[in-house]
């Protein structure tokens, strides 16, 4: 484990996301003293008919099969909302003594490289309520990288990485702190893994997360998904300006996921 002068915990919520879980846990597990994972066998209540008929695909045993299960602990519970499961795992990690939580969902994948860094800058600098970074999207697989109107996969949005259990700081919205928090933007780029599902996978995460209100779902899955081709145009669910196009990904991606992607774009 990297030695640093904090203590840092990591935290993701497990609900259906399962095929990247023991990916995620050997890219966040060098850097972190415990990991933990909240589950629910229902979803969020942002979406009543989904609370009703869809139970959590994912099985706990999977985390059994880590190296680092030992750092696992596993927070049940039934959250109404995206922030109140996140805030189970942060009080814990206050109880626990942790300076810092970071917030690393099960798709999201950083570079060994800028993982260390992104460690190093927030145990240097840790008067800050939160941090964030830059993150960029893929669609499909890791092969097709979403871009912007101007072409440039880095863009909009940026996902608090991780939160000062130091600081009077919660989570008050989906993964973010609200307008008053002190936040600093780190220079560590998150492979965001989304979209990187099947047909089936992308239509309960659609009906199931928290902007499942938001849009028209069934016209989004099928004139988005279902019939798209190199030449689709629009295609955020809920901001369609934001992801203009899906274009081939050249660049390299972290550690952890370049032997699978190099198996299966052979």
Not at 107 to 117: G, K, L, M, P
């Amino acid at each position: 484990m990297v030695t640093t002068p904090k203590r840092f915990a990591a935290h993701i919520l497990l609900f259906d996301s399962k095929q990247f879980i023991l990916k995620m846990l050997e890219n966040c597990d060098p850097f972190v003293e415990k990991i933990y994972v909240a589950y629910s066998k229902v979803p969020w209540s942002y979406n009543p008919q989904a609370r009703d008929v869809m139970t959590n695909t994912a099985d706990l045993n999977i985390l059994m099969q880590s190296k680092y299960a030992d750092k696992i602990e596993i927070i049940h519970g039934v959250w109404d909302w995206e922030h109140d499961q996140r805030n189970a795992c942060l009080k814990k990690a206050r109880e626990d003594g942790f300076d810092f939580l970071i917030v690393q969902d099960a798709d999201e994948f950083y570079t060994n490289e800028d993982y260390a860094r992104m460690i190093d800058t927030i145990s240097s600098e840790p008067d800050y309520d939160c941090y964030e970074t830059p993150w960029c999207s893929f669609w499909k697989s890791w092969d097709y990288i979403l871009v912007n109107e101007a072409g440039s996969s880095v863009y909009g949005y940026r996902p608090n990485i991780a939160m000062n259990c130091k600081r009077n700081i919660w989570f008050t919205s989906h993964r973010g702190s609200g307008y008053s928090a002190k936040i600093k933007v780190l220079d560590s780029l998150c492979y965001h893994g989304s979209y990187v599902l099947g047909d089936e996978e992308v239509y309960r995460k659609i009906n199931s997360w928290g902007h499942a209100l938001d849009f028209d779902r069934e016209a989004w899955y099928y004139n988005k998904w279902l019939s798209w081709s190199e030449g689709s145009e629009d295609l955020h669910p809920t901001h369609p300006y934001v992801w203009k196009r899906a274009v081939k990904f050249t660049g390299q991606l972290p550690e952890v996921l370049r032997k699978d992607n190099e198996t299966t774009t052979q």
